[in-house]
C-alpha cells in the first residue's frame, strides 16, 4: 500500500465519518448540525483551535510546535449538500428528504477531519500553522468562500490547498493541471414581456412564447458563431415558463440560463451579447424585455510552482500512474475567492469504480463515492502540508 501507517490507521475513522455526514446532509448556509459535529470532533484533538466566523463556516488552527519559517497554509473542505432526493441504494443514504450529499463533500470533509486528526498527532514535525477551512455554500452563489474571505478568515494565509473527488477519474487517479482549471460560472435571468390575448386571435397580443423561443435558439449561436472556437464557451437554457392555461397566450415568458468561460474578456462579450441578441429579438416581435446577468464564481488558477511541487509528490508517493494531465474543465469552483492574494492549488482526484456501482456523474440522485478514495486525498494532503509548512 502507498500509505503512511498513520493514514491507514484512520481509515475506518475516515470511513464513519463520511458516513455520519452522508446521513445528514444539510444544504447551503444551513449546515448547522454539521458545523457542530465537525466542532466535537475536533475539540478532543490536541492543539486544535476552533472558530466560527460565519454562521456555518468553521475554521481549525493546528500551529507547529518546530522552529523555523512561520508560514502558514491553508486547506479548504466543502461541507454542503444538494437539494437532491437520494437513490442511491445505500446503507447510509440520506435520512433528510429531499437533500443528499450528491457531489462528495462529505468526502472532503471526512478528508480534512482526518488531515486535521494526522497534523494534531505530529505537531513537533512541523512549524507555521495549518488552516483547514470547513466551509459552507461551495453549491450556492455567492458561495461560501467569500464569506469566510470577507470575515477575515483567510487573513496571513500564505498558500492554498483543495481538491475534489470525482468520478470523472478512477479512483486514487489525481487529474493535475497548472494555470487555469475551472470555468467562471454564470447565470442569466430574462423576462420577454409580450401582450396577453386568447389563442385564437393571436394577432390581437404579442406572443411572449413564440418571441422567446425566437430568442432561445438565438442565444445558442453565441458559441458556435460569435465567439472564436478556441475559446471554450458553453452558453444554456436551463428553465423556461411561461402560461396558465391551454388557450391563453401568456403576458410573459421566463428564462434562466447560465454561462460556463475561461477568458475574462469573452466572459464580458457573452454578457453584452446576450443583452444586443434580446434586445433585437422583442423589438422585431414588438415585445419588451428584462435582463439581469448574475457574475458568479471565476475560475481556478493554479499557481505553476505549486502545481509542479504537487505533481512531484504525487509521483514520489503513488507513481506516475496515479497522474493524469488534464485540460480546463468546465465546472466551477468558489475556491477562487481563497486566491485572490495567494497562490493555491487544487487537484481532481478520482473516485470511479464501476465495480461497486461508484461511476454515476456529479448531482446524481444516484451518486456513490468510493471510499477507497478517502485515504488518497489524506495522504497527498498530508504529504504537501509537511512540505509546505516545512520549506
Not at 10 to 37: C, D, G, K, M, V
Not at 183 to 199: E, P, S
Request: with cysteine; net charge negative.
Amino acid at each position: 500500500m502507498p500509505f503512511d501507517p498513520c493514514v491507514t490507521r484512520i481509515i475506518p475513522e475516515l470511513r464513519a465519518w463520511q458516513e455520519h455526514l452522508h446521513r445528514n446532509p444539510e444544504l447551503s448556509f444551513e449546515e448547522f448540525e454539521t458545523t457542530a459535529y465537525l466542532a466535537e470532533l475536533l475539540s478532543v484533538m490536541p492543539g486544535v483551535s476552533v472558530s466560527r466566523p460565519t454562521k456555518t463556516g468553521l475554521v481549525a488552527s493546528i500551529r507547529g510546535e518546530k522552529d523555523g519559517r512561520q508560514t502558514v497554509l491553508g486547506v479548504r473542505g466543502d461541507i454542503d449538500a444538494l437539494p437532491i432526493e437520494e437513490a442511491s441504494g445505500l446503507p447510509y443514504a440520506s435520512a433528510r428528504p429531499g437533500v443528499m450529499h450528491a457531489c462528495g463533500h462529505d468526502g472532503h470533509t471526512a478528508m480534512l477531519l482526518g488531515l486535521a486528526k494526522l497534523l494534531s498527532a505530529q505537531r513537533a514535525s512541523f512549524s507555521g500553522e495549518a488552516r483547514l477551512f470547513f466551509q459552507h455554500a461551495e453549491e450556492l452563489p455567492p458561495g461560501g468562500a467569500v464569506e469566510l474571505v470577507r470575515a477575515g478568515a483567510a487573513d496571513g494565509v500564505d498558500a492554498m490547498l483543495g481538491l475534489h473527488l470525482s468520478t470523472n477519474w478512477p479512483t486514487g487517479v489525481f487529474g493535475v493541471r497548472a494555470g487555469v482549471l475551472t470555468a467562471a460560472v454564470d447565470r442569466f435571468d430574462i423576462t420577454v414581456k409580450g401582450k396577453g390575448a386568447h389563442c385564437s386571435f393571436p394577432e390581437q397580443g404579442v406572443d411572449a412564447i413564440v418571441t422567446t423561443a425566437q430568442l432561445i435558439l438565438a442565444l445558442q449561436t453565441i458559441s458556435a458563431r460569435r465567439v472564436a472556437a478556441t475559446d471554450p464557451v458553453i452558453v444554456s437554457i436551463c428553465q423556461a415558463n411561461a402560461g396558465t392555461a391551454y388557450n391563453i397566450l401568456p403576458d410573459e415568458m421566463t428564462l434562466t440560463g447560465a454561462v460556463r468561460s475561461f477568458d475574462p474578456a469573452v466572459r464580458e462579450r457573452i454578457k453584452a451579447l446576450i443583452g444586443e441578441i434580446t434586445a433585437g429579438i422583442t423589438a422585431s416581435a414588438g415585445a419588451s424585455y428584462d435582463y439581469v446577468w448574475d457574475a458568479g464564481y471565476a475560475s481556478v488558477f493554479n499557481d505553476e510552482k505549486l502545481t509542479a511541487l504537487a505533481e512531484q509528490t504525487l509521483l514520489s508517493r503513488f507513481g506516475k500512474e496515479h497522474i493524469d494531465h488534464i485540460g480546463p474543465i468546465m465546472p466551477g469552483e468558489d475556491f477562487y475567492a481563497f486566491l485572490e492574494n495567494r497562490p493555491g492549488f487544487f487537484v481532481e482526484l478520482g473516485s470511479r469504480c464501476p465495480e461497486k456501482g461508484c461511476d454515476r456523474p456529479h448531482h446524481n440522485p444516484g451518486y456513490r463515492l468510493d471510499q477507497d478514495a478517502l485515504p488518497y486525498g489524506v495522504q497527498y494532503l498530508y504529504d504537501m502540508a509537511l512540505k509546505l509548512l516545512n520549506q
